[in-house]
């Protein structure tokens, strides 16, 4: 009884396996004429006219064809028509097809249509069961987003991908794309970018190593040497770079760097955020900022610096705080914070704020630096003011008081009014540069005038009171008005800082062809010193 019942399951577990095996045969639809006959020794029948085979929802169409069913195998000859479902179709002109592994290898003016996409080659293989054909002999790819080429691709219908290789371009009315290697998924649009990729759209010139790009919203997040040209205006690289087209937003990751030729502003930093439409940048984590101008350059340096523009006026509003230095030309200046805003051409310094010009060190609780056609102007002190020229390691000129007001003429000290119980030393000296005394004054005002960087003469107002002291009878350390500080140290830091910015301002250019994109590789600058490492 048990054999009974064993013999009945194989048989039925045999006519199951029959029955699928005869499904997967390629049969016969239709065909003007049948004959039986030997292809290189190998059985077959051989198909003559409007012949028409199957295989589940594979059809194929062709003029004549040959037919080998011990291995389940057929070519196609004359024009040959390959079906699969409603949306995908296929032409050519010889095709052979394996029903085991429902591979098609079509050859001669291979046109496939899936749905949008429309295919055209000299030879493809397409694999019905997977539903995955690749070419290596260069495809043209239509679609309505565009035409896509490459000498070498694997299309993937199921997940509408294609995968390419050698010679790869993007093309449509806003885009022109070149590049050695990509992913292309045509229902999202987005090109997965995996070797040097050079992108053209009519407001960016795009280059970059690795990343990806979205051909319809112009999102892109690229990685390795990234380079961005705005509106042949705002030029961006960085190690990595994301930008989103919609919000006009992006952000830059480790050694980024912003060129604007039109805001005439450079900014570097390891991390930095910007908002195109406002204007807005936020640089972070050793950021520089430089504004070029005619004959010098001024620059920035803090733990963080950001700038924006006015929606109103589209003037800007410039922040920088946390250990703030700064230096155009032979004007230095430190301090914890520091505001700028354009509409009153004003620099505000604020905590602990120390301006050097050329010899001579000026602090104070809070400074105004005036501006006029973006050339400096005046300064104002207020609150223990205080002007100090270091003679030599012991000795020290000093002017003093409650406010001063500074005026700068060609980019140097004209001269500077102390205000208010002002004080002064003044160190004398013999045409030998030899000194003779030291002059020590009170009044309600002080005058400054400056020459080639150097006091030239002092104008005491309103009840001077004073005395010259003999050198034999000075003493250094008693010649030091309340509240004096040499911060020569401080000056040497900031200038430390911008020690290594020479090259940085030289502009880098993408050339601007729309069909042969060729990028103009821009100067590298040192990397600013930062503890994050570069990935």
Same mark, same amino acid.
């Given at each position: ?29 239709? $065909? ?11 059985? $077959? ?237 936020? $640089? ?17 340096? $803090? ?233």
């Amino acid at each position: 009884m048990k054999r009974s019942l064993l013999c009945l399951f194989f048989y039925f577990l045999l006519a199951e396996i029959q029955l699928v095996t005869a499904q997967d045969k390629v049969e016969i639809k239709q $065909a003007a004429e049948l004959t039986y006959d030997k292809l290189s020794g190998i059985p $077959a029948r051989r198909l003559i006219g409007n012949v028409i085979l199957a295989q589940k929802d594979v059809l194929l169409y062709c003029d004549s064809a040959w037919l080998f069913e011990e291995t389940n195998r057929a070519e196609c000859y004359g024009f040959v028509r390959i079906t699969q479902g409603e949306k995908f179709s296929g032409t050519c002109g010889f095709l052979s097809y394996d029903g085991n592994s429902r591979q098609a290898i079509m050859d001669s003016n291979v046109n496939l249509v899936d749905g949008e996409t429309t295919l055209t080659t000299n030879r493809l293989e397409y694999n019905t069961a997977t539903k995955i054909g690749y070419y290596n002999s260069g495809a043209v790819i239509k679609r309505p987003d565009g035409t896509l080429t490459s000498k070498r691709g694997t299309y993937n219908s199921p997940l509408k991908t294609f995968f390419f290789r050698e010679k790869v371009t993007i093309d449509n009315a806003e885009l022109a794309l070149r590049s050695d290697s990509l992913n292309y998924q045509t229902d999202t649009k987005r090109a997965d970018l995996l070797s040097f990729t050079t992108i053209v759209t009519p407001d960016s010139r795009i280059k970059t190593e690795r990343g990806w790009y979205n051909t319809k919203s112009k999102d892109m997040y690229l990685y390795q040497n990234p380079e961005v040209l705005f509106d042949s205006t705002q030029f961006i690289r960085a190690d990595t770079l994301f930008y989103q087209k919609e919000t006009d937003r992006g952000y830059g990751k480790c050694f980024v760097h912003v060129f604007d030729s039109v805001q005439k502003l450079a900014v570097w930093a390891d991390d930095i955020r910007f908002n195109r439409k406002s204007g807005r940048i936020l $640089a972070s984590q050793s950021p520089y900022m430089a504004f070029p101008g005619e004959e010098d350059t001024l620059w920035l340096q $803090a733990d963080t610096l950001w700038r924006e523009q006015n929606p109103k006026d589209s003037s800007t509003v410039l922040r920088a705080w946390n250990k703030v230095n700064g230096f155009q030309e032979k004007l230095i200046f430190s301090c914890d914070s520091l505001t700028y805003v354009e509409k009153d051409s004003v620099f505000k310094f604020y905590t602990e704020p120390i301006i050097f010009s050329d010899e001579y060190q000026i602090t104070g609780k809070f400074m105004e630096l005036f501006t006029r056609n973006k050339e400096l102007d005046k300064l104002l002190v207020h609150e223990e003011a205080f002007m100090l020229k270091t003679e030599d390691s012991l000795r020290y000129s000093q002017v003093k008081g409650r406010e001063a007001t500074a005026r700068i003429e060609n980019k140097k000290m004209k001269n500077i009014l102390m205000e208010g119980n002002a004080e002064s030393i003044y160190w004398l000296k013999d045409e030998q540069k030899k000194y003779i005394g030291a002059n020590t004054l009170q009044c309600a005002e002080i005058l400054v005038e400056m020459k080639e960087g150097q006091a030239d003469q002092l104008h005491f107002f309103k009840k001077p009171d004073g005395k010259l002291i003999p050198f034999k009878k000075t003493d250094p350390e008693s010649l030091k008005l309340k509240g004096m500080k040499a911060e020569s140290n401080r000056k040497t830091l900031a200038l430390k800082q911008f020690s290594h910015v020479g090259d940085w301002l030289k502009k880098p250019v993408l050339i601007e062809k729309k069909n042969e994109l060729t990028p103009v590789k821009p100067v590298k600058p040192n990397k600013p010193t930062s503890k994050k490492k570069k990935r």
